[in-house]
């Protein structure tokens, strides 16, 4: 019996670790797919790139390498993903690997041709472009073949990302193109592109108790800030560990409200008061008429705006709902994007109180549990 049971043991010892390696191994692709997906979609000026939807794609994208099991897999998947909308692209084991041939993306006769590249102000792909100065811009492809340049400076042919995208997985993405006015070059197989579109179409976007759009807008949030966020020097913050624990979070969450807070608890990081998340269908924003604010490491209410609240100014709040007041006040400070304590006070302050309409909140003030 105690042989047997050593053996039972063992076992599930060794299933336990498996099933951790693999999960690992999920998170890792994810990050590897994250990488890519940013560069082409804000680098790579291919007409094909420009025609697909974006966030569509990246819940694509997340279901199709969430089923790779090798580094083998991701590569292949990545190939069918990226090809019809980034022809030139190219995947290697090693930076070294990269067969490249500048002949295959230059058309026979260059004349009739001209470069193209992006060039952002910000960013402006796939953002609400109301009221806002940002902007992103092909050049010589908006308006065809016109130079429509934002500024000087522009790259030159034969520049590409090449990167370390996973572990022992690089890329290799040009970032300048030929082009005339019917379209970029080299064209991928037209049939490619319109399956990859085709399969889009069948895209749900609007569902996030799906794993595959929280992984979808966790890929495209990081992306935003990656590539464009300016504060990264002064903020100091592990983006890409971020990614990971964003990631992590995403597999276990089951609401819209889960994956509400995990994106705020994904941004919180960086520290920039002008950043918060929202979900129109979670209508969180009733409270209580009252207020309260730290003094003196105690949670006190400032003010109670009805008469027939069993609470008073001045009063102390050691509980909210069954939890002691700092702890349930450090899950909030966790979703708050702010620049000085004072800010993150202020937004804790009011959002701690916050919550659906006719939902309620019980607070221990001397002793006494309150429900409001």
């Given at each position: 019996m105690?042989?047997?049971?050593?053996?039972?043991?063992?076992?599930?010892?060794?299933?336990?670790?498996?099933?951790?390696?693999?999960?690992?191994?999920?998170?890792?692709?994810?990050?590897?797919?994250?990488?890519?997906?940013?560069?082409?979609?804000?680098?790579h000026p291919s007409d094909e790139a420009s025609q697909i939807?974006?966030?569509?794609?990246?819940?694509?994208?997340?279901?199709?390498?969430d089923k790779c099991k090798?580094?083998?897999?991701?590569?292949?998947?990545?190939?069918?993903?990226?090809?019809?909308?980034?022809p030139s692209i190219q995947f290697a084991t090693s930076d070294m690997s990269f067969d490249v041939k500048l002949n295959d993306i230059i058309p026979d006769n260059t004349e009739k041709y001209k470069l193209t590249y992006w060039q952002h102000i910000g960013v402006s792909i796939g953002m609400d472009r109301k009221n806002q100065p940002y902007e992103s811009r092909r050049i010589?492809?908006?308006?065809?073949?016109?130079?429509?340049?934002?500024?000087?400076?522009s790259p030159e042919f034969g520049e590409s990302i090449t990167k370390e995208i996973g572990l022992g997985i690089y890329c290799l993405i040009p970032i300048v193109l030929y082009c005339n006015k019917e379209s970029t070059f080299p064209k991928e197989n037209e049939n490619k592109l319109v399956e990859l579109k085709e399969r889009l179409s069948g895209v749900n976007a609007e569902n996030p108790e799906d794993l595959f759009l929280r992984l979808g807008n966790i890929v495209n949030v990081y992306n935003v800030f990656q590539n464009f966020y300016p504060y990264f020097d002064v903020v100091k913050v592990d983006w890409?560990?971020?990614?990971?624990?964003?990631?992590?979070?995403?597999y276990s969450d089951k609401t819209k409200l889960d994956h509400l807070i995990t994106l705020e608890q994904f941004t919180a990081p960086l520290k920039d008061g002008h950043i918060s998340v929202t979900n129109s269908s979670i209508k969180n924003f009733f409270v209580p008429p009252m207020s309260w604010e730290w003094i003196e490491n105690k949670l006190v209410i400032t003010e109670?705006?009805?008469?027939?609240?069993?609470?008073?100014?001045?009063?102390?709040?050691?509980?909210?709902?069954?939890?002691?007041?700092?702890?349930f006040f450090e899950n909030v400070f966790s979703r708050i994007s702010a620049g000085t304590e004072g800010w993150l006070n202020h937004k804790a302050n009011n959002s701690s109180l916050q919550g659906e309409k006719g939902s309620k909140i019980v607070l221990t003030v001397n002793g006494k549990n309150i429900e409001l």
């Open positions: 105690r042989t047997q049971s050593y053996f039972i043991g063992l076992f599930i010892t060794l299933l336990l670790l498996f099933g951790c390696q693999r999960e690992t191994k999920k998170v890792e692709n994810l990050l590897t797919f994250a990488k890519v997906y940013g560069y082409v979609k804000y680098f939807d974006w966030n569509k794609f990246s819940i694509y994208g997340a279901s199709q390498i090798t580094k083998k897999d991701v590569i292949k998947t990545l190939n069918s993903l990226f090809k019809p909308i980034a010589n492809r908006e308006d065809k073949m016109g130079e429509n340049q934002l500024f000087d400076y890409e560990k971020e990614l990971q624990a964003a990631i992590i979070k995403s109670v705006l009805d008469d027939n609240y069993p609470i008073k100014a001045g009063d102390i709040v050691s509980q909210i709902n069954h939890q002691e007041s700092a702890d």
